[in-house]
T-cell receptor, first 108, second 113 residues
């Protein structure tokens, strides 16, 4: 079973829409959780960390449910510039485990 | 403050050849991890170096080897290249607090023909 599973999409949404991505992880000993954003043919960049209490950064809200081993990312009021692949990441020890990514295209 | 730098940015090699990729971590980071990312896939962990030693290794054959230098920079070597080794190779650095996440370099795109 994969460490991290994501729906690969693609998600095609109109500007201004709200879109949610989900991710599950297999190992309950996973310690830290992140969402990374990756633009086409570029390196992944840290979008935000994810905490059990939930955290928000502008239009982005991330949530962690440790009991269900489930991580979510909500993007409100989508912009064209949000088009990218969103990678769910968990850590255990010093190692980071990446999902395959969810592709988002925001359409004018 | 320089981020993670990788060289070269692009590389074309033929099957059977050997390649060396280089990485300088972000200032203040002492841990370097290497990932392979095939098209349409998430990054796959190759190995991690800390204090000049391989600390962890993913599911990659011995053809993949590495090194870390006293200044924390690192090299990834791949011997006997296969067509399937064509990918984006990403270097990521981190400090002692993994909860701060990785910082990635812009990668080396390797094409094996």
């Amino acid at each position: 079973r994969k460490e991290v599973e994501q729906d690969p999409g693609p998600f095609n949404v109109p500007e201004g829409a709200t879109v949610a991505f989900n991710c599950t992880y297999s190992n309950s000993a996973s310690q830290s959780f992140f969402w990374y954003r990756q633009d086409c043919r570029k390196e992944p960049k840290l979008l935000m960390s994810v905490y059990s209490s939930g955290n928000e950064d502008g239009r982005f809200t991330a949530q962690l449910n440790r009991a269900s081993q489930y991580i979510s990312l909500l993007i409100r009021d989508s912009k064209l510039s949000d088009s990218a692949t969103y990678l769910c990441v968990v850590t255990r020890g010093n190692q980071f485990y990446f999902g395959t990514g969810t592709s988002l295209t925001v359409i004018p | 403050d320089a981020g993670v730098t990788q060289s070269p940015t692009h590389l074309i090699k033929t099957r059977g050849q050997q390649v060396t990729l280089r990485c300088s971590p972000k200032s203040g980071h002492d841990t370097v991890s290497w990932y392979q990312q095939a098209l349409g896939q998430g990054p796959q962990f190759i190995f991690q170096y800390y204090e000049e030693e391989e600390r962890q290794r993913g599911n990659f054959p011995d053809r993949f080897s590495g090194h870390q230098f006293p200044n924390y920079s690192s090299e990834l070597n791949v011997n006997a290249l296969l067509l399937g080794d064509s990918a984006l190779y990403l270097c990521a650095s981190s400090g002692d607090r993994v909860e701060y996440g990785y910082t990635f370099g812009s990668g080396t795109r390797l094409t094996v023909v």
